[in-house]
């Protein structure tokens, strides 16, 4: 299997007046093709820093970030953009689509930045609304939509440009429970169905548990990698066993 992201020996230090924060402490991970990975940790555990770093956000103190094949550590200001523009899909807490427009416009935004005619991305755009079953809602405006729908919008929105990879920081942080474990269903879906890799940051174990491998967080160190999908297996042996 491709490794999409490599992360070696990850170092992230703040310096607050004569303290040291170290918020990311020596990480180490890959991250293959067609995974989705959640890091969990409490408030402060390091998160968001170490998604930050991920997405070439933030630099790191120290180690390497290799995402499909590019050192992202060592990239200009410029090169990240670009970098970004090409290789990443976001899905943010606050969905950040554009109050202006509507969601079929939100979805075909970013690919306005790869030179496609306005056709072929408004048809790109309508293939991911209705991957999120939202197909009825393209002319909808944000604030014409629940916040469960706004989030299946910008859900469409990471998946319109085929990354390499969508990275999702507390991406139900907005939502109530019900539809919280509804978003997490549909991205658990379309990653699955499209082949997709993606990373989310949350605090929350039981949502966690929608991803294939797990990645607990304390004080900037990984110190545990569950595999969901190891136990998912071994409980299908089991009930193969029992019916026996
Ligand atoms: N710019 C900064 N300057 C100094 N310390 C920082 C900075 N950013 C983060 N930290 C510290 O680094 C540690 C990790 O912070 P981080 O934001 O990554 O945690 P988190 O797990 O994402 O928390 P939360 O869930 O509350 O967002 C914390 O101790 C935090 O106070």
Redesign the pocket.
């Known amino acids: 299997m491709r490794k999409v992201i490599e992360v070696k020996h990850l170092y ?1 230090l ?3 007046g004569n303290e040291v ?4 402490d020596g990480v180490d991970f890959s991250i293959y093709e067609g995974e989705f990975c959640a890091i969990v ?12 770093m991920l997405a070439g956000l933030e630099r790191p103190t120290k180690g390497e970030v290799i995402i499909s094949g590019h050192h992202i550590e060592k990239l200009n200001e410029e090169q990240l953009v670009t970098f970004r523009r090409e290789h990443v899909g976001f899905i943010f807490q606050s969905f950040h689509l554009l109050g202006t427009m509507d969601a079929l416009e939100n979805v075909a935004l970013p690919l306005s930045f790869r030179g496609e005619s306005k056709e072929k991305r408004l048809k790109k755009a309508e293939k991911m609304l209705r991957l999120v079953g939202l197909e009825k809602h393209a002319k909808h405006l944000p604030k014409q939509m629940s916040g469960g729908q706004q989030q299946r919008v910008g859900v469409a929105r990471a998946l319109v440009v085929e990354p390499d990879i969508i990275f999702a920081d ?1 991406p139900t942080g907005n939502l109530d429970s019900h539809t919280s474990e509804e978003v997490l269903q549909l991205m658990q879906k379309v990653v699955r169905e499209q082949h997709m890799t993606l990373v989310m ?1 949350t ?1 929350d174990n039981h949502l966690a548990s929608y991803a294939d491998r797990v990645f607990h ?1 304390i004080d ?1 160190k990984i110190v545990k990698v569950e595999d969901n999908r190891e136990l998912a297996e071994a409980g299908g042996e089991k009930e193969t066993e029992g019916k026996e």
């Open positions: 992230k703040y310096r607050l924060v170290r918020a990311l940790g409490t408030s402060g555990s390091g998160k968001s820093t170490l998604l930050n507390e940051v605090h967080i900037g």
